[in-house]
C-alpha cells in the first residue's frame, strides 16, 4: 500500500509564510506528476499546483508570483512553499501524487490534508 503523509500547516497573519510537505512511502516504483489541490468551506476542491518528475509546474493563477512547488524525486516528496498569504488562501491543502506502484500500475493518491489558516 501507498501513503501520502502531509505536514506543515497552521496559523499565520496575512503576509506570512508557510511551507507545506508531502511524503510518498509504500511500494512505489515511481513517482510521476505530484501536486496541491485545497479546499476551502463551502466551496469545490481546486487544484494550486503540480510538478512533474522532471520538474516542470503550473500553477492557479491565484497563487502565481506567491506561491512555489517543488519536490524532492529521491525521497519522493514534494512541498509547496508559500508567500505573501492572504486570507483567502484558508483551507485544508491536500496532497496528490501519480504513482506506479511496484507491482505495475499507476493510482492516484490523496494525502489525508492539513490546515492552512491566513488571519487578517
Known amino acids: 500500500q501507498v501513503q501520502l503523509v502531509e505536514s506543515g500547516g497552521g496559523l499565520v497573519q496575512a503576509g506570512g509564510s508557510l511551507r507545506l510537505s508531502c511524503a510518498a512511502s509504500g511500494s512505489i516504483f515511481s513517482v510521476n506528476v505530484m501536486g496541491w489541490y485545497r479546499q476551502a468551506p463551502g466551496k469545490q476542491r481546486e487544484l494550486v499546483a503540480t510538478?512533474?518528475?522532471?520538474?516542470?509546474?503550473n500553477y492557479a493563477d491565484s497563487v502565481k508570483g506567491r506561491f512555489s512547488i517543488s519536490r524532492d524525486n529521491a525521497e519522493n516528496t514534494v512541498y509547496l512553499q508559500m508567500n505573501s498569504l492572504k486570507p483567502e488562501d484558508t483551507a485544508v491543502y491536500y496532497c496528490?501524487?501519480?504513482?506506479?506502484?511496484?507491482?505495475?500500475?499507476?493510482?492516484?493518491?490523496w494525502g489525508q490534508g492539513t490546515q492552512v489558516t491566513v488571519s487578517s
Open positions: 510538478i512533474t518528475s522532471g520538474g516542470n509546474t
Open positions: 496528490n501524487a501519480d504513482i506506479i506502484v511496484i507491482i505495475g500500475h499507476m493510482y492516484g493518491y
